[in-house]
């Protein structure tokens, strides 16, 4: 890939990065999404973790051999790193892949030697992110906003949360004063991961 292109994703990343960190910081929110496939010629999601990044790489016919590609990733990373100042140790990498249903969510990563598990703030709430098991961390950075419009219409509500995930929706409906909250989901690991968000946050 030409010079030309990397400086193009350079110049986009220093833009969102001056943007997004100084609303995060007057949001106190610790977790946000700096980009998500914004040029063509780089599909990848970039989210911010505290002092960690998380980049899933969405999966397509890129058309180039694996040397070419394992470089491409290689000069994304390092334009990265350099953008945020956070170390090639502390990012994770991911393949988002296309999958039915809500079956990546389920399914836990292969091989994965050293987990690593931190806490992030959003909009005064705490939770647990993963950022090594599975495709997902545990929390959808793009559903903050409508995380805070649910809370906001939840108070005195009776609110069932089907296929709850971590219960994000829940913590936020909880700590509004919901009069009963309910979650739902398929996994015992994601309940059990609910349960730990609501002690986190003492509800």
Not at 48 to 71: C, F, K, P, Q, T
Not at 140 to 157: A, G, N, P
């Amino acid at each position: 890939m030409s010079v030309e292109k990397y400086d193009m994703f350079k110049n986009r990343l220093l833009k969102n990065y001056k943007h997004r960190y100084k609303q995060a910081k007057r949001q106190n929110i610790t977790c946000w999404r700096l980009y998500d496939h914004d040029l063509p010629e780089f599909p990848i999601c970039i989210e911010l973790y505290e002092d960690y990044i998380y980049v899933a790489e969405y999966n397509r016919r890129h058309g180039m051999s694996d040397e070419d590609h394992d470089a491409w990733l290689i000069g994304c990373k390092d334009i990265i790193s350099e953008m945020t100042q956070i170390p090639l140790e502390k990012m994770y990498l991911r393949v988002r892949k296309r999958m039915s249903h809500r079956e990546g969510q389920y399914e836990k990563e292969e091989a994965v030697v050293t987990s690593k598990i931190i806490t992030v703030q959003e909009e005064g709430l705490k939770f647990i992110v993963n950022l090594t098991d599975y495709l997902d961390t545990g929390l959808f950075l793009d559903h903050r906003i409508t995380r805070k419009m649910f809370s906001e219409i939840s108070k005195d509500k009776n609110v069932l949360n089907l296929f709850s995930y971590t219960s994000s929706f829940s913590v936020y409906a909880a700590n509004a004063g919901a009069a009963s909250v309910t979650s739902v989901d398929l996994s015992k690991t994601y309940l059990k991961w609910s349960e730990d968000n609501f002690a986190l946050n003492q509800l």
